[in-house]
């Protein structure tokens, strides 16, 4: 059975760099590892998305191992606007999603 | 703004009401997936629709069931509510399998 864990809370501060690993486990070998960030009371809003190896885009970076069994999103020098719930994604054998609980990142001044 | 439209915005009903919330996905996007989120949880998949067809059942209770419309639009109707039922409703749209999903603002429905 397919299933993706995540950290329940992370706290950092203003300017530093934070990494949020996801670890999963079954999941399908050819399909997209996806992040999604979302405020409170708001729709989650995409991220990232990467097959292997890495990907960077103008906010984030995406880490996937060789073995796709974990990923890791990067938020470099964060601010407090970046406090929000992270979700990794990913798709089973039977393209079913696969969401993770969700990581609640608090930035502190 | 996502593109995805979600109406109503908030709803509040009775327990053994019937409701039905509506989505527009973004122009061109044939896939609508269905969220629930309860309170200070984790998003919990219903159901997707890829072009009018059921793609993939998630956690969908037997009192919910959703179609897509020719215009690509999609309901999600929901009946027999009780107060657990009481969550934010997301619909998301993408244009095919394993494009990255845009999600509207959702639908806070409130069972009383």
């Known amino acids: 059975l397919a299933k993706t864990t995540q950290p329940i809370s992370m706290d950092s501060y203003e300017g530093q760099e934070v990494n949020i690993t996801c670890s999963h486990n079954?999941?399908?070998?050819?399909?997209?590892i996806t992040w999604y960030q979302q405020f409170p009371s708001q729709g989650p809003r995409f991220i990232i998305q990467?097959?292997?190896?890495?990907v960077t885009n103008e906010v984030a970076s995406l880490f996937i191992p060789a073995d796709r069994k974990s990923s890791t999103l990067s938020l470099p020098r964060v601010s407090l606007s970046d406090t929000a719930v992270y979700y990794c994604?990913?798709?089973?054998?039977?393209?079913?999603?696969?969401w993770g609980a969700g990581t609640k990142l608090i930035i502190k001044p | 703004d996502s593109g995805v439209t979600q109406t109503p915005k908030h709803l509040i009903t009775a327990t053994g009401q019937r409701v039905t919330l509506r989505c527009s996905p973004r122009?061109?996007?044939?896939?609508v997936y269905w969220y629930q989120q309860s309170l200070d949880q984790g998003l919990q998949f219903l159901i997707q629709?890829?072009?009018?067809?059921?793609?993939a059942k998630g956690n969908i209770l037997e009192r919910f069931s959703a179609q897509q419309f020719p215009d690509l639009h999609s309901e999600l109707n929901l009946s027999s509510l009780e107060l657990g039922d009481s969550a934010l409703y997301f619909c998301?749209?993408?244009?095919?399998?394993?494009?990255?999903?845009?999600f509207g603002q959702g639908t806070r429905l409130t069972v009383v």
């Open positions: 990467g097959y292997k190896t890495k």
């Open positions: 998301a749209s993408s244009g095919s399998q394993g494009m990255v999903a845009f």
């Open positions: 122009s061109g996007d044939l896939s």
């Open positions: 994604l990913a798709v089973d054998s039977n393209y079913q999603l696969i």
């Open positions: 079954n999941i399908a070998t050819n399909d997209y």
């Open positions: 629709y890829y072009n009018g067809e059921e793609r």
